[in-house]
């Protein structure tokens, strides 16, 4: 079976006009493979605002993870305003990238869903077999975040009552062609 699914830059573009339009703005995305200080700025900004205190990244943890192999970090502005992020890196295991946060000021209006199908995308014209992440059951507005990634595709591997749920999805042309389909090109 042929999977069509377009590139990187395409889904970027195609995203970025859809985004416009539901949020009623000019929606861009920047993409960037390293951290300078107007990036950390604004994943810290985001962060704060949107997690509770234990989940929230110090300068030097984002700076950290930012050194890592592979880092990618794509952040959503509206009307010039970042308005959210999705970042990842290289995990451990060869082949396997880990997306390590996400955070929207925006909800309920795709804006996150987006930006991680296109770091999937990204992921897989990299080379990357495998997708992996860390995530609560429900967080504290009550959202089912592992209902969120299983929808995505993602199956729970590991359970740590501190670290929380540890999921991974293969990374197959057809699970990212259908990814994109339903999170960038039907909206």
């Known amino acids: 079976m042929t999977v069509d699914l377009p590139s990187f830059e395409e889904a970027l573009k195609r995203a970025e006009s859809n985004l416009s339009r539901s949020l009623g703005g000019d929606a861009t995305i920047s993409v960037h493979y390293e951290l300078d200080d107007d990036l950390r700025r604004i994943i ?6 949107k997690f509770r205190e234990e989940l929230q990244y110090s300068q030097d943890e984002i700076e950290e993870r930012a050194a890592t192999k592979g ?5 959503a502005h509206l009307d010039g305003s970042p ?3 999705d970042y990842g890196y290289d995990n451990e295991d060869e082949g396997v990238f880990f997306s390590d946060s996400s955070a929207s000021l925006i909800e309920r209006k795709g804006l996150g869903t987006t930006l991680f199908a296109l770091e999937i995308i990204h992921d897989l014209e990299q080379g990357y077999r495998l997708i992996k992440l860390v995530t609560e059951e429900v967080d504290e507005q009550g959202r089912a975040l592992r209902g969120l990634w299983e929808r ?3 199956k729970p591997i590991n359970f740590d009552p501190v670290k929380g749920i540890e999921m991974t999805m293969e990374l197959t042309p057809e699970a990212v062609a ?3 389909e339903r999170y960038i090109s039907s909206r």
């Open 152 to 154: 995505f595709g993602f």
């Open 178 to 180: 259908a990814i994109y």
């Open 44 to 49: 810290q900004a985001i962060d704060h605002e």
């Open 71 to 75: 880092f990618l970090c794509l952040v």
């Open 83 to 85: 308005v959210a992020f």
